[in-house]
């Protein structure tokens, strides 16, 4: 009985699934719970980086994260793994694995002296940081606590925080943080962001922080496609222009050299265009990706207006969706200009093609009136063989009369050679033209 009562206590025993199950089943399922939200408890102070490595950079990451946590004797990470939450007791860390970048979000409890000088980053190995792999492109300050009631406190508090930039404010939905922010990048590389703790549980909190840092992360990555846009505005002045005077020469030139000069820039062309957009299809699709995560998010945190504030997403609508704009425009310019130069191609191949036609008519016409002119000196020289041939065949039946004349003197040479005349010259003209049927029913099969 005891030992029952044991056994009822204890975890349940799990039973192996007798069915063959698909290879990946379990790495799909625990999709779902990769990148977990971390729990933030009030006050803490936040440092989050996104780090540009490239798609090739995954090694790298892992085993730098492998090396602080050999240097506080902790265990390194799995070697397949994309996200890891590591605490390091002094602090904690957030790191996450992206296809172009990772991203590392240290926590670390209190407020500090102050939580935007004395941050998160004070207490990780200053070496290990210089040595980040990759390039910065995300450097968030993030303060989560209590900020004073009075707007007379918050303005001060602010004005100490962001300076004389323009603060951009808002309220977190249900939960009614107020989040601060100026999407300024400070003089120690940073921006900061000021969350009014109003309450929140730790998963709530956890939540806010992810999405907001989030917000930044993304916006950063989707305008990674915007100085491109100036490079291939250029590039794609220039071809627009030479296919302009391309299009005027095709309406003039009469030469098939010069046509065939002028197909040859158009090849040309079409090279240049589709290395265009070999080269910024990636980006630009990455770019309205990463934007609609930000959209997303701003969505997911349900902001509501603060009072004195213009909200965070009226400001990025009005600044980051006309470079977006920008970047679709720029997108179906190349494509449009992808479409002309084919067109221009296609336009002169074909009146290449119309002239070679008419080469080849010209040339098919000479070709039968040479056959034609050859039948008739085949005709000719058939009739010339014929009598060729009759002639030395009735020489022969002559000489054969004479000889028998010695036999026979009741013969006439010239009387058998007459009579034999039309039978020899009737028999090679038969003779001959049954050889050539012969010869052509031959040669067409």
Not at 125 to 130: N, R, S, T
Not at 232 to 259: F, W, Y
Not at 261 to 267: A, P, Q, S, V, W
């Amino acid at each position: 009985m005891a030992e029952q009562e044991k056994n009822a206590a204890g975890p349940a025993r799990v039973t192996p699934c007798l069915m063959s199950e698909f290879p990946t089943r379990h790495i799909l399922n625990n999709e779902v719970h990769s990148r977990p939200f971390i729990q933030v408890g009030s006050p803490a102070r936040c440092c989050h980086m996104a780090i540009l490595t490239g798609e090739a950079g995954r090694n790298a990451d892992l085993e730098h994260l492998a090396a602080l946590c050999r240097h506080y004797n902790l265990p390194t990470p799995p070697a397949d793994c994309s996200h890891q939450i590591i605490d390091f007791g002094t602090f904690r860390l957030k790191w996450e694995r992206h296809t172009e970048f990772c991203s590392y979000t240290f926590l670390r409890k209190g407020m500090g002296r102050n939580p935007f000088l004395d941050t998160a980053l004070s207490v990780v190995p200053e070496e290990w940081l210089k040595s980040i792999p990759g390039q910065l492109l995300v450097g968030v300050h993030l303060y989560l606590g209590k900020v004073p009631e009075s707007e007379n406190d918050q303005r001060e508090m602010l004005e100490e925080i962001f300076g004389a930039n323009m603060v951009l404010g808002a309220l977190a939905g249900s939960i009614g943080a107020q989040v601060w922010t100026d999407f300024h990048i400070h003089g120690d590389g940073f921006c900061r962001i000021l969350v009014n703790d109003s309450g929140m549980s730790e998963t709530q909190a956890g939540r806010l922080v992810q999405r907001l840092l989030e917000i930044e992360t993304y916006r950063m990555m989707a305008m990674l496609a915007v100085p491109l846009t100036g490079e291939i505005s250029k590039a794609t002045r220039e071809i627009e222009q030479e296919l302009a005077d391309v299009v005027q020469q095709m309406m003039s030139v009469d030469d098939p050299a010069r046509e065939h000069e002028i197909l040859d820039r158009l090849t040309r062309m079409a090279a240049r265009v589709e290395h265009l957009s070999a080269g910024s299809t990636y980006r630009f699709n990455a770019s309205k990706a990463y934007y609609a995560l930000v959209e997303k998010r701003i969505e997911n945190i349900r902001e509501e207006p603060l009072k004195g504030f213009q909200t965070i997403s009226s400001f990025l609508e009005r600044r980051i969706a006309p470079a977006m704009r920008t970047c679709v425009s720029m997108e179906d310019r190349i494509a449009n200009l992808s479409r002309r130069v084919n067109r221009a191609s296609t336009l002169l191949q074909t009146r290449i093609n119309t002239t070679l036609q008419a080469q080849n008519k010209q040339l098919l016409e000479s070709m039968d009136r040479r056959a034609r002119l050859q039948l008739r000196l085949q005709q000719t020289v058939e009739g010339l063989s014929v009598v060729a041939i009759s002639y030395y065949a009735l020489g022969i039946i002559n000489y054969l009369a004479r000889g028998g004349q010695e036999i026979l003197p009741s013969i006439d040479p010239y009387i058998v050679t007459a009579a034999a005349a039309p039978i020899v010259i009737f028999g090679v003209f038969w003779f001959l033209r049954r050889l050539h049927k012969v010869i052509r029913k031959a040669s067409e099969s």
